[in-house]
C-alpha cells in the first residue's frame, strides 16, 4: 500500500516532466488497479501494513475503486485538455484528491483517518468550483461544506471521547478499543460518532447539499462524488460498527425505518424529475439509504451486503453520469422534455443506456443483483415488516430506471439535438471500463464481500 501511495505522489511531477501527461498519468493509473487488484484475491484479516496505515479486504477494495475511477475522470474529462482550461492543475487536483481518499481508506490511526476525511473536501470543492459550468457553482461548494464541516464537529469531539477511554487511537487493535459509558445518553453519543459521516453518505435528511452538488460539478467532479466520496461515508460507518458492534442496538431501529423511507421517497421524487443528473443524484441517496439499512440489521450478512451494495452503486452509478454527459454534449440540455429520440440517432449509445439503466435496477447478471438480493434478506432478517418498505424501494427502483430510459431514447428527436455529434472512441472505452467490473465481479463476488 505505501508503494500505492509514492507511486500516486511522485505522479504529481508529471505535468511538469512530460508534455504527454494526461495519457501517462490515466496508463500509470490503470497499471496501478491491475496491480493492486492481485491483492484482492486472497482474504486477509484487519492487519497493520505499516506504522500508519492498515489494510483488509474492506479498505482494499474501496482503494482499488478509487484508483480506477481517478484514471475513468482523467478519460472522461479531455474536453479539459483540448479546450486548455488549466489542464496541468486538473491532473494535480485528482491525483491529490485520489491520494487523500487512498490515505483515508487505509489509515490505522483514527485521527489521521478524521483528518484525511475532512482534506478530501479541499480538491472537491476546487473541482466544482474552477471547473463547474453552471452559475451557482459557489453556491453549491457552500453547500457541501456547511453540511460536512457541521456534522464532523461534534464526531470529533466523539472520537476525543473515544480516545481517551480506550487510551490508543489504532483501529486495528479493535480488542483494546471501547466505547466511552459517561455519555449522558448513549443514543445521542452514538449519532455524535456517526453524524459526519451518515451526513457524507448522504442519509435521508441530510442529503439535500448532494443534488445540488452533482449538477453544478464537472463530469469528473460529478464521477467523483458518486463513486467515492459517498463510499467515504459508507466506509465510516462500517468501520465505526466493525468497532463497536455493541452500539448498534441503540440506534438501528430509527435508522433502519428513516433509511427504508427515505430510499421509498427519494425513488418517488426520481420520478418526477426533469433534470437527468439531479435524478441520478436522487437516486444515490435511496441506494445509499438500502447500505445503511444492511449495516444496521446488525449482521455478518448485512456488512458484507453494505460494502458489495458501495461497489456496485460506484461503478453504475459514475457510468450513468458520463452517459448523461454525453448527452449533454449532443442535445445541450439536461432536460427529460427536451432530449427525445436518441435511439434513431445513435442506437449505439442507447444500447449503452439500457445496459447501466438495467445494472442501475439490480438486472442480471450484474454485481448489483447480488448486493440487493442480500440487502433485502439481511434487513428481513432484522425485522419482517420491512418486506412492504423493500418492495415498494424495488419496484420504483426499476420504474424510475425505466422512465428515464424511455423518456431519452424514444419518441421524436427534437430540433435542438445535434444529429452530426457521435459517440467518440474515448466514449466506448469508458463505457466499457465501468462494465467489465461490474460483471466480472459476478463470477468471483467473494473479492468484495468477504471482508468479516
Same mark, same amino acid.
Given at each position: ?95 491529490? #484528491? !485520489?491520494? %487523500? =481518499? $487512498? ?8 485521527? @489521521?483517518? *478524521? ?109 467523483? #462524488? !458518486?463513486? %467515492? =466520496? $459517498? ?8 468501520? @465505526?460498527? *466493525? ?71 460506484g461503478l453504475s452509478s459514475s457510468a450513468l453520469f458520463v452517459m448523461a454527459n454525453m448527452n449533454y454534449e449532443i442535445t445541450s440540455t439536461r432536460s427529460l422534455y427536451m432530449t427525445k429520440g436518441l435511439m434513431a440517432l445513435m442506437p449505439t449509445l442507447t444500447m449503452w443506456w439500457f445496459m447501466f439503466t438495467a445494472s442501475n435496477m439490480a438486472a442480471p447478471p450484474t454485481i448489483n443483483l447480488l448486493s440487493e438480493i442480500m440487502l433485502i434478506t439481511s434487513i428481513m432478517s432484522a425485522t419482517s415488516w420491512s418486506i412492504l418498505l423493500l418492495s415498494l424501494v424495488s419496484f420504483s427502483t426499476a420504474a ?53
Amino acid at each position: 500500500m505505501l508503494k500505492i501511495t509514492l507511486i500516486t505522489i511522485s505522479m504529481f511531477l508529471l505535468p511538469t516532466m512530460t508534455k504527454s501527461y494526461m495519457w501517462v498519468t490515466l496508463l500509470t493509473l490503470i497499471m496501478l488497479t491491475t496491480i493492486y487488484s492481485a491483492t484482492i484475491m486472497n482474504s486477509m484479516p484487519y492487519t497493520m501494513m505499516t506504522t500508519f496505515s492498515a489494510s483488509d479486504m474492506l479498505t482494499t477494495s474501496l482503494s482499488i475503486l478509487t484508483i480506477w475511477v481517478a484514471a475513468m475522470m482523467i478519460l472522461a474529462s479531455t474536453k479539459i485538455y483540448v479546450t486548455n482550461t488549466h489542464p496541468k492543475l486538473f491532473t494535480v487536483n485528482t491525483l491529490m #484528491l !485520489a491520494t %487523500i =481518499l $487512498l490515505l483515508c481508506f487505509n489509515a490505522s490511526n483514527i485521527f @489521521m483517518f *478524521y483528518i484525511w476525511f475532512e482534506a478530501s473536501l479541499v480538491p472537491t470543492m476546487a473541482l466544482i468550483m474552477l471547473w463547474g459550468y453552471q452559475p451557482e457553482r459557489l453556491q453549491a461548494s457552500m453547500y457541501l461544506m456547511i453540511y460536512t464541516v457541521t456534522a464532523s464537529l461534534p464526531m470529533l469531539v466523539a472520537l476525543c471521547k473515544i480516545y481517551s477511554t480506550s487510551k490508543t487511537t489504532h483501529m486495528p487493535m479493535f480488542m483494546s478499543m471501547s466505547f466511552p459509558t459517561d455519555f449522558p445518553l448513549a443514543t445521542i453519543a452514538w449519532l455524535m460518532t456517526l453524524g459526519g459521516f451518515l451526513v457524507k453518505l448522504p442519509m435521508f435528511t441530510t442529503h439535500l447539499w448532494l443534488p445540488k452538488a452533482h449538477v453544478e460539478a464537472p463530469i469528473a467532479g460529478s464521477m467523483i #462524488l !458518486a463513486a %467515492i =466520496l $459517498l463510499k467515504l461515508g459508507g466506509y465510516g460507518l462500517l468501520r @465505526m460498527s *466493525y468497532l463497536f458492534s455493541h452500539m448498534l442496538k441503540y440506534l438501528s431501529s430509527v435508522m433502519v425505518s428513516v433509511a427504508l423511507v427515505g430510499a421509498v421517497v427519494t425513488s418517488l421524487i426520481c420520478m418526477r424529475q426533469t433534470d437527468l443528473k439531479s435524478l441520478i443524484a436522487y437516486s444515490s441517496v435511496g441506494h445509499m439509504g438500502l447500505v445503511v439499512a444492511g449495516m444496521n440489521s446488525n449482521s455478518t450478512w448485512g456488512m458484507q451486503a453494505s460494502l458489495t451494495m458501495m461497489i456496485a452503486h460506484g461503478l453504475s452509478s459514475s457510468a450513468l453520469f458520463v452517459m448523461a454527459n454525453m448527452n449533454y454534449e449532443i442535445t445541450s440540455t439536461r432536460s427529460l422534455y427536451m432530449t427525445k429520440g436518441l435511439m434513431a440517432l445513435m442506437p449505439t449509445l442507447t444500447m449503452w443506456w439500457f445496459m447501466f439503466t438495467a445494472s442501475n435496477m439490480a438486472a442480471p447478471p450484474t454485481i448489483n443483483l447480488l448486493s440487493e438480493i442480500m440487502l433485502i434478506t439481511s434487513i428481513m432478517s432484522a425485522t419482517s415488516w420491512s418486506i412492504l418498505l423493500l418492495s415498494l424501494v424495488s419496484f420504483s427502483t426499476a420504474a424510475y430506471s425505466l422512465y428515464m430510459f424511455t423518456s431519452m431514447n424514444h419518441g421524436t428527436s427534437t430540433t435542438s439535438t445535434n444529429s452530426l455529434m457521435n459517440v467518440k472512441p474515448k466514449d466506448f472505452s469508458l463505457m466499457l471500463m465501468h462494465l467489465i467490473p461490474v460483471v466480472m465481479l459476478i463470477t468471483k463476488p467473494e473479492t468484495i464481500t468477504n471482508w468479516c
